[in-house]
């Protein structure tokens, strides 16, 4: 059956961080902890709970940070989290696919403080057809049960719903639902985007 939607990753897809996650939050702790990978390490596992809605992350950041005694680096350690850069070529992407009739939704895992920044600010509201944020499905990629869920929730067979994501744990989970899906990150350029969907006949 032709796709008749596209979920789009945020991070890695629609927009990145500058220098990735880690190698932004390593200047922020370096010197202030003794063990940097270590942390780094507990800082991602820390964030599961608020991923899936089981906790907010205003929570559990602070917590984190007195654990390892570096309270003050709160703020700088937040700004890590929100500093977002969008990418307009592949946003003018999901405009020309809109046009031509494509759905196209948002799906990824996000917080709730990170997800609401990311709503109020870069303008997803008016750039995609509908959001998937795992915080608000209770689940998150690469659980097979987020893109069963999205499914249902579009009312379409899971070979009509094709997903860009920049993880290929991601994209073999959505494919072990049934689901098209297209393994890409923004440094591989928008031709190679444009070659992949073009594939899975989408008109680009």
């Given at each position: 059956m032709p796709v008749r939607a596209v979920l789009w990753d945020a991070d890695g897809v629609l927009q990145h961080l500058p220098a990735g996650w880690e190698a932004s939050m390593r200047p922020v702790v370096e010197g202030h902890v003794?063990?940097?990978?270590t942390f780094l390490a507990e800082a991602f596992e820390a964030e599961r709970p608020a991923l899936v809605g089981?906790?907010?992350w205003l929570d559990i950041l602070p917590a984190l940070l007195d654990r390892w005694a570096v309270a003050h680096l709160h703020d700088r350690a937040l700004e890590v989290w929100l500093t977002i850069v969008p990418q307009t070529?592949?946003?003018d992407l999901v405009t020309e696919l809109r046009a031509a009739g494509v759905g196209c939704h948002l799906a990824t895992n996000q917080t709730e403080h990170r997800g609401r920044h990311m709503a109020d600010n870069l303008g997803y509201g008016d750039l995609l057809d509908g959001t998937f944020w795992s915080y608000e499905l209770g689940?998150?990629?690469?659980d097979p049960a987020y893109f069963a869920a999205i499914v249902e929730r579009l009312d379409l067979a899971p070979d009509?719903?094709?997903l860009v994501d920049d993880s290929l744990r991601n994209v073999e989970a959505a494919r072990s639902v049934g689901l098209e899906a297209v393994h890409w990150h923004?440094?591989?350029g928008l031709p190679v985007?444009?070659?992949r969907l073009h594939a899975h006949g989408l008109p680009v």
């Open positions: 003794e063990d940097l990978e089981q906790a907010s070529e592949v946003r689940v998150a990629k690469p009509e719903v094709l923004v440094d591989e985007l444009r070659e």
